[in-house]
């Protein structure tokens, strides 16, 4: 099994609740989560309907959210369109409100592609049973 992957994300109703051609607001922990797969070494394609204004719109909100894609609607930074290839992207992992079964929570998606500790989940007391005693 490999180490990273190339994970391809979905912005409307994925990463932003889905508002478009506005800019929704950011789903609890989407960016959280998908800074922490950069960190990892996972690389991320922006994977979205967007075009022209509106794509660059969102490129900018995520920038501003401290999230650079590796590729957006591409399957790499330098690949041009060409009709003679499949326009599927290389992609190891979607990330898509269109999922069957719908987008899992990105707490869980962060458990399952990272590990560690669930975000969002307090840090259990240090303190033991006894310590109310006291
Ligand atoms: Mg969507």
Known sequence: MRDTYNIAVDFDGTIV???YPR??????????????????????????????????????????????????NRSFPEEEFDSSY??????????DDRNIGGLKSWGEIYQQLIGGQPLGEKTKS????????K
């Open 17 to 19: 609740e889905d508002a």
């Open 23 to 72: 800019i929704g607001k950011p789903i609890i922990f989407a960016f959280e989560t998908l800074k922490k797969l950069q960190e990892k070494g996972h690389r991320l394609i922006l994977w979205t309907y967007r075009k022209g204004s509106s794509l660059e719109e969102a490129v900018e909100f995520c920038k501003q959210n401290g999230l650079v894609f590796y590729a957006v």
């Open 86 to 95: 499949s326009r599927k992207i290389h992609a190891d992992i979607f990330i």
């Open 126 to 133: 240090k303190k033991g049973w006894f310590s109310f005693l």
